[in-house]
């Protein structure tokens, strides 16, 4: 769980510094998507569900992964022509 939310915030970084080159707004609505997920399933899994550290690494694998799905949606155009590999 800990190995799949790091992954998630590695993912969550690429796709960041590929939509500021060309998208600088998409950054902040990932930041924003996250934040407004993270607090409620916080709360959900601290205080309602009781799991404690695991549903605070369950909610922001879940924030990860809301701010992943809207900066991939907007990154699609770059990330689908195939990348320059020649030096």
Do not use: M, R
């Not at 990932?30 to 934040?35: D, F, I, S």
């Amino acid at each position: 769980l800990f190995l799949s939310s790091g992954l998630s915030a590695y993912v969550n970084s690429i796709l960041s510094a590929i939509n500021l080159g060309s998208k600088p707004h998409v950054v902040v609505y990932g930041t924003v998507a996250y934040g407004l997920t993270s607090i409620p399933f916080a709360f959900l899994f601290v205080n309602v569900l009781e799991i404690g550290i695991i549903g605070l690494l369950f909610s922001l694998l879940i924030s990860y992964c809301v701010s992943i799905v809207i900066q991939f949606y907007y990154s699609y155009d770059k990330l689908k022509n195939n990348f320059n590999s020649k030096t």
